[in-house]
C-alpha cells in the first residue's frame, strides 16, 4: 500500500470506532480523578485497545495509574500518549479525556495499517500531567527507549500546531510557627500565615527584576484553622517557570529566597519539598511537525495566527521531558471555546460536544497520518 492508501485506511479505522472514541471521552469527562488517583481512567483507556489485540500491561513500570499497550512488529516505532489525570476541583478543564481518547484513537488507526506500514504502535499512558510529572518517572523507569517518535494532541481554545512550553519546577512549601490565643496570649505565638504574607510580598517585588518571560505563580491551601488561634501551620503549592531547564535553575533559588524571608521574618520552620522532578522545555521534531500541519490542513483544520497561537503553546507540559530524549510533537487541536481558556470551567464544559467530538477525531487522525508520513516518507501524501 502507498501512503495514500494506508491513510484512507487509517481515516476509515477512526470512522469505525468513532462512537466508541467519543463515548471514552465523555466517560473520562464525567469521572475525572487528579494526578497519581487516576485508577479507573488507567482501566478504562487501554479497554478498545485490548479488544483490538493490543499487548496490555496495567500498573506499567510501577507506576499504579499507568499502562503501556502494544500492537505490531515493524521496524519503526511510534508512541501514542494517553494523559487522563483532571484539575483539582475544576475536573477535566484541560480537556485531558480529549487526548486519551484521541491517542487511542490513533492507535487503533495505525494498527489497522501496522503491517503494510512497517510499524510498531504504542500507547503509554501517563499519569500525573498536572503537577505531578509521570512522564518524567516513566522515562526515568526505561519508558520510551528506541522510540523513533512520540505524539500527543492537546486541546485549546483554537488550532496551534508547535508547542513552546515553558520548562517549570512546582514545589509544595509549608511553615511551621507555634499556636497561641490570638487575644489573650498574642505575644506567645509565631504566625505561619504570616510568613506566606512576607513571601508572597516579596514575589510580587522581586517579578520586577524577573525576564519578562518568567512567571511565578501559586495557591496557599492552609493557613490556619480558627480566627482566634494564631496559625501554626501554613502550606501552599509554588509554580516556576522560565524558558529553558537553565533558565529555571538560575531563577528558581531566587524565587526560594523569597520563602525563607518569611521563615527568617516570622521565626517560622521552613520545608521545601519538590513535587516532581522539573518540566523541561519542548524540542519539536522539525520533520514531524510539517507533515502534522499538512495532515490537519487536510482534514480541514485552520491554525490561529500568531498572537493567538502565542498564548496556549507555552503552557508546561512533562512531555517536553520525552522531547529532550525522542522526536516528539506535541500540537494543540481546537475546540472552538473562546473565550473560554484551558483552566476554567467554561473550558471544561467545552470538552464535550459538537466541536469536541470532531477535535477528537480530527487529533486522531492527523497524528496518524503523521505516523504513516514518518514511517513511509516517501509516499508521504494527504
Not at 489497522?112 to 500507547?123: C, F, N, R
Not at 480566627?227 to 524558558?243: F, H, K, L, Q, T
Request: with cysteine; aromatic share 6%.
Amino acid at each position: 500500500m502507498n501512503g495514500r492508501a494506508l491513510k484512507a485506511a487509517a481515516r476509515q479505522a477512526v470512522d469505525r470506532h468513532a462512537d466508541e472514541l467519543i463515548a471514552l471521552s465523555e466517560q473520562l469527562h464525567a469521572d475525572p480523578e487528579t494526578a497519581w488517583e487516576e485508577h479507573r481512567a488507567a482501566a478504562r483507556v487501554p479497554e478498545l485497545l485490548d479488544r483490538a489485540g493490543f499487548e496490555v500491561t496495567a500498573s506499567y513500570l510501577g507506576l499504579d495509574t499507568a499502562f503501556h499497550a502494544r500492537f505490531g512488529t515493524g521496524p519503526v516505532r511510534v508512541a501514542l500518549c494517553a494523559e487522563y489525570d483532571a484539575l483539582p476541583g475544576l475536573g477535566h478543564a484541560c480537556g485531558h479525556n480529549l487526548i486519551a481518547a484521541s491517542s487511542v484513537g490513533a492507535a487503533l488507526a495505525l494498527a489497522a495499517v501496522a503491517d503494510d506500514a512497517g510499524l510498531t504502535v504504542e500507547v503509554y499512558g501517563t499519569p500525573a500531567e498536572e503537577g505531578g510529572g509521570g512522564k518524567i518517572e516513566l522515562l526515568e523507569r526505561g519508558a520510551f527507549a528506541g522510540v523513533d517518535l512520540a505524539m500527543m494532541a492537546h486541546p485549546a481554545p483554537v488550532d496551534v500546531a508547535e508547542a513552546r512550553p515553558f520548562a517549570v519546577s512546582h514545589s509544595k512549601i509549608s511553615y511551621t510557627g507555634k499556636s497561641a490565643h490570638a487575644a489573650a496570649y498574642p505575644e506567645s505565638g509565631v504566625n505561619a500565615a504570616d510568613a506566606f504574607t512576607v513571601a508572597q510580598v516579596a514575589i510580587g517585588l522581586l517579578r520586577q527584576q524577573l525576564p519578562p518571560s518568567a512567571r511565578v505563580h501559586g495557591v496557599v491551601t492552609h493557613a490556619g484553622d480558627a480566627p482566634n488561634a494564631i496559625p501554626e501551620r501554613s502550606s501552599g503549592r509554588w509554580y516556576v517557570r522560565a524558558e529553558t531547564l537553565a533558565e529555571l535553575a538560575a531563577l528558581e533559588p531566587r524565587v526560594m529566597r523569597a520563602f525563607e524571608a518569611g521563615a527568617l521574618a516570622t521565626g517560622c520552620a521552613l520545608e521545601i519539598e519538590p513535587e516532581s522532578k522539573p518540566y523541561a522545555e519542548f524540542r519539536a521534531d522539525e520533520t514531524a511537525l510539517a507533515h502534522y500541519r499538512a495532515n490537519a490542513v487536510a482534514l480541514g483544520r485552520e491554525f490561529a495566527p500568531p498572537g493567538q497561537a502565542a498564548r496556549m503553546n507555552r503552557a508546561s507540559t512533562d512531555m517536553g521531558n520525552v522531547s529532550q530524549v525522542v522526536p516528539a510533537i506535541h500540537p494543540y487541536i481546537g475546540i472552538g471555546s473562546l473565550p473560554a481558556t484551558n483552566h476554567q470551567r467554561e473550558f471544561a464544559a467545552h470538552c464535550v460536544g459538537g466541536p469536541a467530538r470532531r477535535a477528537l477525531l480530527d487529533a486522531a487522525v492527523a497524528l496518524a497520518w503523521t505516523a504513516v508520513d514518518r514511517a513511509v516518507p516517501e509516499e508521504a501524501a494527504t
